[in-house]
């Protein structure tokens, strides 16, 4: 499986706006894409982020639809006003869970030496996501690599806000040490949202 995702930043006041028009008018366009296996988006009113992960059964099928929906895909966004940045990854684990609006994302970027990729994916399944499982209220995570780069993110859903609050401690060390038998660096940790999840 394989993931392109579109990181915004713009102005807090036209969240609103633009997340009611790609609610709106996402799922209906992706959907009607070869390979289309699901889309969700996140945000985070309060500092003007909103976070889009369109999920694809092959790389051609991502790169296809992203051709394709070129001049939808520009008219939603430029409702925001802000920066876009787009990144494509291989879906190395996951755990496709369902959760309704108001659930919370956790969202971790990760450095890592490419030849270690592998290294990476085998103690993500072994120890981070049975780890992550077994916390109160998780609904859902992945993790996302880019092997040529030595970049990825863990991304984990919770089913409320609550939930999300309480997992930071225990999720904090589980990435400890997951971090250090992997040898991967943390680059950065976010919270948002969970505004749509689409499940095809």
């Known amino acids: 499986m394989y993931v392109r995702t579109i990181y915004l930043t713009g102005d807090p006041g036209l969240a609103d706006k633009a997340l009611e028009g790609l609610?709106?008018?996402s799922v209906r366009s992706l959907s009607g894409q070869a390979g289309y296996?699901?889309?969700?988006?996140?945000?985070?009113?309060?500092?003007?982020?909103?976070l889009l992960g369109s999920w694809w059964e092959s790389e051609q099928n991502e790169r296809d639809s992203w051709?394709?929906?070129?001049?939808?895909?520009?008219?939603l966004l430029s409702v925001f006003g802000g920066t876009v940045t787009v990144a494509r990854w291989e879906a190395a684990v996951f755990r496709r869970g369902d959760a309704q609006p108001g659930a919370g994302f956790r969202l971790v970027r990760l450095g890592f030496d490419p030849a270690a990729a592998d290294r990476l994916v085998e103690t993500f399944k072994a120890t981070a996501l049975p780890g992550l499982e077994a916390l109160d209220g998780f609904a859902g995570g992945a993790l996302l690599i880019d092997r040529t780069h030595g970049t990825g993110s863990v991304g984990a859903i919770f089913r409320d806000r609550t939930a999300?609050?309480?997992t930071r401690g225990p999720q904090a060390q589980l990435r400890s040490k997951a971090a250090e038998a992997s040898g991967v660096e943390v680059r950065s940790l976010e919270e948002f949202d969970v505004e749509l999840l689409h499940r095809p």
């Open 67 to 75: 051709t394709a929906l070129h001049d939808q895909r520009r008219q």
């Open 164 to 166: 999300l609050e309480a």
């Open 37 to 50: 296996r699901g889309f969700s988006i996140f945000s985070d009113r309060q500092l003007g982020k909103i």
């Open 23 to 25: 609610k709106a008018e």
